[in-house]
């Protein structure tokens, strides 16, 4: 598929023969992916993420299911009126998977002024005017069925905007947490412990960092509870320069299929009943608030015209519930969990 | 138990000769409640409102059980740390009523800096510094379990503000709003027809007003679809005195039981299969993205410190579903419904 040397040099194992095996085509184009530019360095490790991610869940689910067609992802490959688009993938109503969503967008734009006052209220300097920007990002969030198997989110992503002064700011952000409904400490160590690994490869400081932003950031504030057990999260990096902080978000997004895959293969035939399901429902309906009401992804994509919602809204789960005045049962498996949700700890 | 003339003219069916039958004690106490002055009588009004609505719904619950014991609502009276309380009435796994929720809130406090905010951006004048308040007010969500009854929300407030130079600031808000999940249109008329009846009394320019009012507020914007089939809405009301707005309200609030009451007669025996329960299930998906991203009310609730968020979520259902992509069948019942939430019509 030629690329030529530069491209053979940044993706060895992906261009060097022929056409990548993706979800699709990327929406800049096999073309236009091959570059050493940053963008299209992002949009292609994205792209083998989203790939590996899916098939890994593929597998499993194929792995898991009794009858003849195990469910797979559908793809839709979107293109965005206002400039970009996106490719996302869903798996719904599996025997593993009750809801997997692996989300890509590359969107091209001028931020809308509540987008440019919300990164300005998180200490950003930005020109006044109309600023062009580039998102580049990949989200996913995973619903398994058995209550015994976490419900994963990650997202790393890319942003630059155009100075009016001409210059052009760029930074990084993402991370991955995770959020079981039964507490199993080897899994959550196992967990931490990938991501730290991960993290430290680049920066010893950085896991440490990441995890309390991570416990910080997913807060569902009325109730005084974090949405699970954590991971990393971090925004506005740019450390030490632009090629180290790509390698570090790649080294991240590629510790997500070792940090979340062996959790499914070891609980995915745990038995259940009943009441676990509830406990499930209704964690999910925690999940939704956070999602709705805080999450700031959720919040600017809903609020970018001509956002493309029903990627945005995958997040959510096939099914919740809320109950009035809800609480566990003290010393049961369900109260040990929300212990640990009203006082996160360090597993590492 | 007393009260003298003025209770005894104020109230007449209700406090005339013993303690009313409301749910529970009200915040301010039976004697609190006598008084000839407006956050008085607005909270009699709310108490019995409470228990005209709450008793109507346990009789059809009643009347619609096999098992010998039907489900009733819990009552809880709570009493707010920063000043204030409320009494919150839920029924839940009902054979009629999946969750029902009936919620009456006294609250004196301070305005937070984001609820001046938030007065000040639709157009209030209010001093600087901190501001004393008082907010009481009914609000309501009924989740029926039969997908044939439609789900109301009501919720009806007084608020008042102390200005620094000494002026009290009040006014009413309030609204009743209908979202079935399959389209009967003689529900909807008798609905409308019925909160028309009740602004009509006081001046026949308001129906027309609250009603455009309501299809602007219940608006899921990122969906370009209405919550529901609309019904009145309205807020900073007080024209042309604060006892003819009284009486407007007490009228609006007098008519709930009348508007919905025989729409949950005519359909809780109604037949229903697994599709029309699944397609509840995604319009209450609806409901809560709305309710959680856009309703200023929960907004308000969640940000005031110390909000007693199970009240406030409260009007959440039991059970919600969100699925990638749905889209109704062209032409089915569900399209039908889905059509008349993307262009709301008039319905008298």
């Given at each position: 598929a030629g690329g030529g040397l530069a491209a053979t040099l940044a993706f060895p194992s992906v261009l060097a023969a022929s056409k990548p095996d993706w979800m699709a085509e990327p929406i800049s184009g096999y073309e236009g992916?091959?570059?050493?530019d940053i963008k299209a360095r992002m949009e292609a490790m994205i792209m083998q993420v989203q790939a590996d991610f899916c098939r890994a869940l593929e597998q499993e689910e194929a792995d898991g299911s009794v009858g003849s067609a195990p469910v797979k992802f559908k793809v839709d490959r979107w293109i965005r009126k206002e400039g970009g688009g996106g490719i996302t993938c869903v798996m719904q109503e599996?025997?593993?998977?009750?809801k997997a969503g692996v989300n890509i967008s590359v969107v091209h734009g001028h931020l809308p002024p509540a987008a440019v006052a919300q990164m300005r209220a998180r200490g950003k300097q930005m020109g006044e005017g109309v600023l062009p920007f580039t998102a580049l990002g990949i989200s996913s969030v995973i619903h398994p069925r058995n209550p015994m198997i976490p419900t994963i989110h990650f997202n790393y992503r890319y942003f630059e905007v155009q100075e009016p002064n001409g210059e052009c700011q760029w930074w990084f952000g993402g991370g991955t947490d995770l959020t079981p409904y039964y507490l199993d400490e080897n899994d959550v160590r196992h967990f931490h412990g990938t991501l730290k690994k991960a993290c430290d490869k680049h920066n010893a400081k950085l896991y440490p960092k990441f995890k309390a932003w991570c416990d910080d950031y997913f807060n569902v504030t009325h109730r005084g509870e974090r949405r699970g057990v954590g991971g990393i999260f971090f925004d506005d990096f740019d450390e030490p320069n632009q090629e180290k902080a790509f390698e570090f978000v790649t080294s991240c997004a590629n510790s997500v299929v070792p940090s979340y895959v062996p959790l499914v293969k070891k609980h995915k035939k745990d038995g259940y009943g009943y009441a676990e399901r509830q406990w499930q429902l209704l964690r999910r309906g925690r999940y939704v608030e956070f999602n709705l009401i805080y999450d700031r992804g959720t919040k600017f994509g809903l609020y970018t015209p001509g956002a493309r919602y029903e990627s945005i809204l995958?997040?959510?789960?096939l099914t919740a519930r809320w109950e009035y005045m809800h609480a566990p049962e003290p010393g049961s498996k369900e109260a040990k969990l929300t212990e640990i949700l009203k006082n996160p700890k360090d597993w590492i």
């Open positions: 992916v091959k570059g050493d599996g025997e593993v998977f009750e995958m997040s959510l789960p």
